[in-house]
């Protein structure tokens, strides 16, 4: 018997509708081609609804996601809401609701896109970044004091525990593992300052390197260092594991390497419960309803969704589509650059899996 994944949709802000509608069209295609079956609900989170009703997320939202075997997520940013409203009461609200402490962001050059780094093809690009999901300055630890004054203060604190780091190293290793390229799993810190926080995920990553995962190399880089490297040495990259608030830096800088917003995925996995896919590129306004946007990045969190799913061969297939689609299609990833409409794009992408 095939199985039924529930599966949420939350199309969002400016683009994120078109390109979510290109990601279903695959995984529409997807089940028909591997024999599994789609239970999809909508849910209309985003800008236009806070406008609309004054409310950013309703009460009833996590308990209802909770329901579902994960999430599709557009984009969540509307040229009328102050920044930091729906981001701090929608996206990051979910991530930490649903306890999605992975945020798993591969950065793979596919064939046929062009990446600002001179030299380097997909062969050298290909790796993964774990960015950790619910701590580190993204706490809202903090606040001001005399504010107004010329004495004012703000501060704002990178909080991490324990269990925080050590349940994100736990599935780092293991993906390295899993993944089986290189076996290699680098820290990305700053213990040369960031004393306290950073002193904690080093002890922490070779107390469980040592005793849990021996078949696993371990290295360090510094976060300044790491951006270095992400540009002139890629190919030194297998898996690497890092706090929040580096993770969210580094993975636009990869990002740009992979060929840009216009490609680039991510999921925020909460291994023992709901997890969240997403374009990580935002909700474009200007291109909104044009049927120029590049659906690839969503179409790309679709397939991370289905391998989350257990429907590795199904993702698989996704991911060759894609690749075929770059490689032998597109001009170029992007938007009204493409040669083909955000559309046709899906079309491409959905005829080949
Ligand atoms: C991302 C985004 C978010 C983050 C913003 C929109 C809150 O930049 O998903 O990387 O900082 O995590
Ligand atoms: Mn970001």
Sequence with gaps: MSKAHKIAVIGGDGTGPEVVREAIK???A?????????????FDFGGERF?????????????????????????????????????????LKLRFDLDQYINLRPIKLFPGVETPI????????????????????????????????????????????RFQVDRCLRYAFEYARK????????????TNVLTFVYDLWERAFHEMGDKEFPDIKREYYHVDATCMWMVKNPEWFD???????????????????????????????????????EPI??????YTGKNVINPLAAICAGGMLLDTLG??????????AVMDVTANKLKSLAAGQMGFSTTEVGDLVAARV
């Design 26 to 28: 695959v995984l529409k």
């Design 30 to 42: 997807a089940s028909t081609r591997y024999g599994f079956t789609l239970a999809l609900q909508d």
């Design 51 to 91: 406008l609309r009703t004054g409310e950013v997320l309703p009460a009833s939202a996590v308990s209802d996601l909770s329901a579902f075997d994960a999430i599709l997520l557009g984009a969540i940013g509307h040229p009328d809401v102050k920044p930091g409203i729906l981001e701090k009461g929608i996206l």
């Design 118 to 161: 001179k030299n380097k093809g997909p062969a050298d690009i290909d790796y993964v970044v774990v960015r950790e999901n619910t701590g580190d300055l993204y706490t809202g630890a903090g606040g001001f004091s005399m504010k107004g004054t010329p004495h004012e203060v703000a501060m704002q604190t990178a909080v991490y525990t």
């Design 179 to 190: 993944r089986g390229k290189k076996k290699t799993l680098a820290l990305c810190g700053k």
């Design 239 to 277: 898996v690497i594991v890092t706090g929040n608030m580096f993770g969210d830096i580094i993975t636009d800088l990869g990002a740009m390497t992979q060929g840009g917003m216009g490609i680039a995925a991510g999921g925020n996995i909460n291994p023992e419960g709901v997890s969240m896919f």
């Design 281 to 286: 590129g935002g909700s474009a306004p200007k």
């Design 311 to 320: 429907e590795a061969t199904a993702a698989a297939a996704v991911e060759r």
